[in-house]
């Protein structure tokens, strides 16, 4: 049942009842906010170009305007995907009776696992051969360098009849120990698992008819689904991120054929997968680079909007920024390969794939976005810097309808999936969070800088100290500083624009407060994985 935070959304859960009223509101709602959205961003243009602006006006207007720019193009991607998922996302295929009469296709299933312990691989091992599917052979690809663990691995393997594969040399990576195994298989499909991903039984019976019945399908990709979401406040907002990219967005990725691989859950075609030379090595976000390749190739894509596969997810700080820093350093710098290939060979992929690519590619660009409209209200309030010429009643009239229809628009889209608000709204404010883990992540990945490949730690929910946040705090500070001097001069003369961007830090100081709300858990710190994450943004 949809949870009912927002009273709006009571009311269209009632008349969304009717499936076609549902389907008639939501894509209703997607319209209008992308008009809206097109409004404003026509009066922000408009505004920009205007006269009056002073150099140091001029260098922020840029900053503000490039903010916007980055929640403009994400927001019209998010309302064009909620439109396709609504009217052309069908599943595919019916599997109920498909081997019936038909040979099963050989699967191998690769459990990739990198110094994991021995609960977690067993959980997801004993899952692998409780899978209804007789023609399977299950590899434990384990890349690990504390012996003690290579030791635990290698007898749950002995136990379970499965096979085991060390290299002493870890080229590549993930991406590395699938490709050493790739052509000593001989296998049609390849199911990938991450070490704490279980499957259930009938995954295989499910996936595996639609490649079959698709000769040209490289791939399809299952969602990932957090079952510790309830452990931690972290963990649950961490739940909400991915419900947004697994609902809507990935539908409509899957309907313009430019759904990627997402390393995990996901059956390939393995014919395909050597085509192109196996899986790319050179990016810590191998399976974005990959699916690139792959719908370079000529080859499509399938998101099968199913949960087969349960899961761990971050439950404390240090772990979600590990987990962050790797998904957004590693997708920048694919972004930056896929604008040398879009002027290079523009015509391998459709226009529609391109943006949806671009689309995925930018959206890590969110820190630094953030960091942008935060700055502006600061530089006003303090040194009456004005990135924005217009007169503030034009810009309320024109600002809140955008603001309206397209928060609306979110919470309809999800609320309309069964996904709670409240937990959606928690999942935005982590995303704001974490931006100087993104602004760092992206001028990594701009200037080359390496970093290491570290996998998800799991667990550890606890006290994180304070040194997590001090980018968030320091911005705190200064945001509260602006605001007690905007109030100081308000009080001599009255100025709707310093009205606005008194509320707008206020509204920036509330979202950085919270992470007093995702700081505490328990009341003992993970100190294992802060001096992980330490180590990790060190190397």
Same mark, same amino acid.
């Given at each position: 049942?949809?949870?009912?935070?927002?009273?709006?959304?009571? %009311?269209?859960?009632?008349?969304?009842?009717?499936?076609r009223r549902g389907y008639i509101i939501l894509i209703s709602t997607a319209i209008i906010a992308? &008009?809206?959205?097109?409004?404003? /961003?026509?009066?922000?243009?408009?505004?920009?170009?205007?006269?009056?602006?002073?150099?140091?006006?001029?260098?922020?207007?840029?900053c503000l305007l490039l903010g916007e720019l980055f929640f403009f193009i994400h927001g019209i991607?998010?309302?064009?995907?909620?439109? =396709?998922?609504?009217?052309?996302?069908?599943?595919?295929?019916?599997?109920? +009776?498909?081997?019936?009469?038909?040979?099963?296709?050989?699967?191998?299933?690769?459990?990739?696992?990198?110094?994991?312990?021995?609960?977690?691989?067993?959980?997801?091992?004993?899952?692998?051969?409780?899978?209804?599917?007789?023609? =399977?052979?299950?590899?434990?690809?384990?890349? !690990?360098?504390?012996?003690?663990?290579?030791?635990?691995?290698?007898?749950?393997?002995?136990?379970?009849?499965?096979?085991? %594969? +060390?290299?002493?040399?870890?080229?590549?990576?993930?991406?590395?120990?699938?490709?050493?195994?790739?052509?000593?298989?001989?296998?049609?499909?390849?199911?990938?698992?991450?070490?704490?991903?279980?499957?259930?039984?009938?995954?295989?019976?499910?996936?595996?008819?639609?490649?079959?019945?698709?000769?040209?399908?490289? $791939?399809?990709?299952?969602?990932?689904?957090?079952?510790?979401?309830?452990?931690?406040?972290?963990?649950?907002?961490? !739940?909400?991120?991915?419900?947004?990219?697994?609902?809507?967005?990935?539908?409509?990725?899957?309907?313009?054929?430019?759904?990627?691989?997402?390393?995990?859950?996901?059956?390939?075609?393995?014919?395909?997968? =050597?085509?192109?030379?196996?899986?790319?090595?050179?990016?810590?976000?191998?399976?974005?680079?990959?699916?690139?390749?792959? +719908?370079?190739?000529?080859?499509?894509?399938?998101?099968?909007?199913?949960?087969?596969?349960?899961?761990?997810?971050?439950? !404390?700080?240090?772990?979600?920024?590990?987990?962050?820093?790797?998904?957004?350093?590693?997708?920048?710098?694919?972004?930056?390969?896929?604008?040398?290939? &879009?002027?290079? +060979?523009?015509?391998?992929?459709?226009? %529609?794939?391109?943006?949806?690519?671009?689309?995925?590619?930018?959206?890590?660009?969110?820190?630094?976005? #953030?960091?942008?409209m935060m700055i502006c209200p600061v530089a006003y309030l303090l040194f009456e810097i004005r990135?924005?010429?217009?007169?503030?009643?034009?810009?309320?009239?024109?600002?809140?309808?955008?603001?309206?229809?397209?928060?609306?628009?979110?919470?309809?889209?999800?609320?309309?999936?069964? $996904?709670? @608000?409240?937990?959606?709204?928690?999942?935005?404010?982590?995303?704001?969070?974490?931006?100087?883990?993104?602004? /760092?992540? @992206?001028?990594?990945?701009?200037?080359?800088?390496?970093?290491?490949?570290? %996998?998800?730690? =799991?667990?550890?929910?606890?006290?994180?100290?304070?040194?997590? $946040?001090?980018?968030?705090?320091?911005?705190?500070?200064?945001?509260?500083?602006?605001?007690?001097?905007?109030?100081?001069?308000?009080?001599?003369?009255?100025?709707?624009?310093?009205?606005?961007?008194?509320?707008?830090?206020?509204?920036? /100081?509330?979202?950085?407060?919270?992470?007093?709300? #995702?700081?505490?858990?328990?009341?003992?710190?993970?100190?294992?994985?802060?001096?992980? #994450?330490?180590?990790?943004?060190?190397?």
């Amino acid at each position: 049942m949809i949870p009912m935070e927002l009273p709006i959304l009571k %009311v269209i859960y009632i008349v969304t009842m009717n499936k076609r009223r549902g389907y008639i509101i939501l894509i209703s709602t997607a319209i209008i906010a992308l &008009l809206f959205i097109c409004i404003y /961003l026509t009066f922000r243009f408009f505004v920009f170009f205007a006269e009056g602006y002073s150099l140091l006006d001029r260098i922020f207007a840029i900053c503000l305007l490039l903010g916007e720019l980055f929640f403009f193009i994400h927001g019209i991607g998010y309302s064009i995907d909620v439109i =396709k998922a609504s009217r052309r996302y069908r599943e595919e295929f019916d599997s109920q +009776h498909y081997f019936l009469n038909v040979k099963e296709p050989k699967v191998a299933v690769f459990i990739t696992a990198y110094n994991e312990d021995a609960d977690t691989l067993e959980n997801t091992i004993s899952a692998c051969t409780l899978m209804d599917y007789k023609n =399977k052979q299950i590899y434990l690809l384990d890349d !690990s360098t504390r012996p003690e663990l290579m030791r635990t691995s290698k007898t749950l393997t002995e136990k379970y009849g499965i096979e085991y %594969v +060390h290299r002493e040399n870890r080229r590549g990576f993930k991406a590395g120990a699938i490709n050493d195994m790739l052509n000593g298989i001989d296998a049609q499909y390849l199911l990938i698992l991450d070490a704490d991903q279980r499957p259930g039984y009938n995954f295989l019976r499910e996936v595996v008819p639609t490649l079959e019945e698709k000769p040209k399908l490289a $791939f399809v990709q299952t969602p990932q689904y957090y079952v510790n979401r309830d452990s931690s406040k972290v963990s649950n907002a961490a !739940s909400a991120q991915q419900s947004t990219f697994y609902a809507n967005v990935s539908e409509g990725k899957s309907v313009s054929n430019a759904m990627f691989a997402c390393g995990t859950n996901i059956v390939l075609r393995v014919s395909a997968l =050597k085509d192109i030379g196996g899986f790319d090595e050179e990016s810590v976000t191998e399976d974005f680079a990959t699916s690139f390749k792959l +719908h370079e190739r000529g080859y499509s894509s399938y998101y099968y909007n199913n949960v087969f596969v349960e899961g761990d997810g971050p439950a !404390s700080i240090p772990g979600y920024y590990m987990q962050q820093m790797r998904w957004a350093y590693g997708t920048i710098g694919i972004f930056k390969k896929l604008l040398k290939e &879009l002027f290079r +060979h523009p015509r391998r992929l459709t226009p %529609v794939q391109w943006w949806e690519y671009i689309l995925s590619g930018t959206w890590y660009f969110v820190g630094w976005a #953030f960091f942008f409209m935060m700055i502006c209200p600061v530089a006003y309030l303090l040194f009456e810097i004005r990135p924005l010429l217009a007169e503030p009643y034009i810009y309320v009239v024109a600002y809140l309808p955008y603001l309206l229809f397209s928060t609306l628009q979110f919470f309809v889209s999800m609320s309309m999936r069964g $996904f709670s @608000a409240k937990d959606q709204w928690f999942g935005q404010i982590l995303t704001y969070l974490t931006f100087p883990i993104y602004m /760092l992540a @992206a001028t990594y990945a701009l200037i080359n800088k390496k970093i290491p490949f570290v %996998v998800t730690p =799991k667990g550890g929910s606890g006290k994180s100290p304070l040194t997590c $946040f001090w980018p968030q705090i320091a911005m705190m500070l200064i945001i509260f500083f602006s605001v007690a001097v905007g109030i100081w001069k308000f009080v001599q003369q009255f100025d709707l624009a310093l009205i606005i961007n008194i509320l707008w830090s206020f509204y920036y /100081l509330i979202l950085l407060s919270m992470f007093l709300y #995702f700081r505490r858990d328990a009341e003992e710190p993970s100190l294992y994985y802060v001096d992980m #994450f330490e180590e990790f943004v060190r190397e």
